[in-house]
């Protein structure tokens, strides 16, 4: 069997969430497969190694892909995909060989309206709208880079950044939220002349910014930067503007029209 991105599609169009597992053939290279798995939806998460598991998975990290195959599994790798767990690696069949395997399963994610504030919420509230992104995209996995040298990144841009930008890219690491926004792992500074830094962009080449006016960085506005050089400003901070795009249908810049469940995709390992 040959791998490529259109086999993989075929071998999941052949699964059913909850009951959708395929032993693979005994040539065919697992490691390839989770490779080019790892190309669609980021860094996997192990489950199995050498026949153990995890001690640490449970429902919110994958342990549905392991019901199929008891204790055969060798070894795991899994994805949260929107409503889906996907994994692959290799596993014993019932005569006891061990093959590569494919397998899915139903995924329980945050019902997003639910982490969207009420409208008659106390707008003096203080909303922790970091801790909601992580419930939308039901982001389960460790920091990935947790020892950002803010320090240096801030001298060499010669200004503090905002917290909430810094703890997304502590959190979420390399990669974008529904495989669509792309998340800077330091702002660009190329619209500089125009007082705004860059955070994150699109494939649409929508340019996600502040406009970096005032002491207390906390306090910029998000601007955003259209593909037909546009401005528009929007009053909050760059973890509330992800929110809301995510989930809000009626916002400007929605993404809530094209996916009806949120995730963050991951490119890379933590560094």
């Known amino acids: ?24 053939p005994s040539d065919l290279n697992p490691q390839a497969l989770t490779d080019l798995l790892a190309d669609r939806y980021g860094a996997p998460r192990t489950l199995v190694l050498d026949g153990f598991t995890d001690p640490t998975v449970d429902d919110s990290r994958g342990a549905a892909l392991l019901v199929p195959f008891e204790d055969r599994a060798v070894k795991i790798r899994a994805w949260a995909y929107g409503d889906q767990w996907v994994g ?4 014993r069949d019932a005569e006891g060989v061990e093959r590569p ?18 409208e008659d919420e106390d707008e003096d509230e203080d909303v922790d709208w970091m801790e909601r992104l992580i419930r939308i995209t039901g982001w389960t996995q460790p920091a990935q880079r947790p020892d950002v040298h803010w320090a240096e990144v801030e001298s060499r841009l010669g200004t503090v950044l905002p917290s909430d930008y810094k703890r997304m890219v502590e959190t979420f690491g ?14 660009w500074t190329h619209l500089r002349e125009d007082r705004l830094l860059i955070w994150a ?3 649409h080449e929508d340019l996600y910014c502040w406009r970096a006016d005032g002491d207390d960085p906390d306090r910029w506005p998000v601007v955003v930067r259209s593909c ?15 929110c809301r795009i995510l989930i809000d249908p009626h916002h400007r810049f929605t993404m809530a029209r094209y996916f009806d469940t ?9 560094d």
């Open 88 to 91: 692959t690696g290799t596993a």
């Open 174 to 187: 390399v990669g974008s939220f529904d495989g669509y926004l792309d998340l800077n792992q330091e702002p």
């Open 262 to 270: 949120h995730w963050f995709m991951n490119y890379r390992t933590s």
């Open 1 to 24: 069997m040959e791998l490529t991105h259109t086999t993989v599609n075929d071998l999941l169009a052949q699964l059913v969430p909850g009951d959708g597992y395929l032993y693979l």
């Open 101 to 118: 395997v494919l397998v899915v399963a139903r995924r329980e994610v945050p019902e997003p309206l639910a982490v969207v504030p009420d």
């Open 228 to 242: 037909d050089g546009e401005d528009v400003a929007f009053d909050c901070q760059a973890a509330e503007f992800v």
């Open 201 to 203: 962009g699109t494939e």
